[in-house]
């Protein structure tokens, strides 16, 4: 079971170009998220998203948009990149749904510079 | 709002106990452990639900009041593998499945 991949795993960017960090899932979980990480901050959640076909915001969702393509598939996209986005980035999913909640399965990450 | 944490920081000896907390202004669902090593993704330790439960894992427990809105991890006879940085992330009446998580608790064990 590969459980959650992210890809890609190292990414440099300059200030002001786009991209998109993809996060696919094999094990048929319903809700999905996307978190920042840096020093001193803690993980941070940008979106997740409960459902197929529903996003909700997180703390820090400015300056990101989402996808939730399909029931595997969660992209988080930087329309025009800032140094401020230089961050760890983690995708997770877990069975959760409803009123229950379930353990979160982390992706490996991706290490995002904007320079 | 992120739940906090305390102590931010605690060093170990081998062998010896330490409680980790985590209390948020908001009424609480659930509460989810999880520890991250060094460059590596965080890994789940356990998930309390409402109710008051405690449950146990190894050597490492925890409790769940949700009328204080708090949590504790207990870490006993502590190991050089416990090391690492520990984060409590919460969920609230904001969101079942939002789990929201705290700055972090970085725990390292000496010899």
């Known amino acids: 079971n590969a459980g959650v991949t992210q890809t890609p795993k190292f990414q440099v960017l300059k200030t002001g170009q786009s991209m998109t960090l993809q996060c696919a899932q094999d094990m048929n979980h319903n809700s999905m998220y996307w978190y920042r990480q840096d020093p001193g901050m803690g993980l941070r959640l940008i979106y997740y998203?409960?459902?197929?076909?529903?996003?909700d915001k997180g703390e820090v969702p400015n300056g990101y948009n989402v996808s939730r393509l399909n029931k595997r598939e969660f992209s988080l996209r930087l329309e025009s990149a800032a140094p401020s986005q230089t961050s760890v980035y983690f995708c997770?999913?877990?069975?959760?749904?409803?009123?229950?909640?379930?353990?979160?399965?982390f992706g490996s990450g991706t290490q995002l510079s904007v320079l | 709002q992120q739940p906090v944490q305390s102590p931010q920081a605690v060093i170990l000896r081998e062998g010896e106990d330490a409680v980790i907390n985590c209390s948020s202004s908001?009424?609480?669902?659930?509460v989810h452990w999880y520890r991250q090593k060094h460059g590596e993704a965080p890994v789940f330790l356990m998930i309390?639900?409402?109710?008051?439960e405690q449950k146990g894992h190894e050597k490492i427990s925890a409790s769940f009041n949700e009328k204080k809105q708090q949590s504790s991890l207990y870490l006993t006879a502590s190991q050089l593998s416990y090391s690492g940085t520990y984060f409590c992330g919460t969920g609230d009446s904001g969101g079942y499945q939002k789990v929201t998580f705290g700055i972090g608790t970085k725990l390292q064990v000496i010899p």
């Open positions: 997770a999913s877990s069975e959760a749904r409803g009123t229950k909640s379930e353990k979160l399965f």
């Open positions: 309390l639900l409402k109710g008051g």
């Open positions: 908001k009424a609480l669902y659930s």
């Open positions: 998203s409960a459902s197929e076909g529903t996003t």
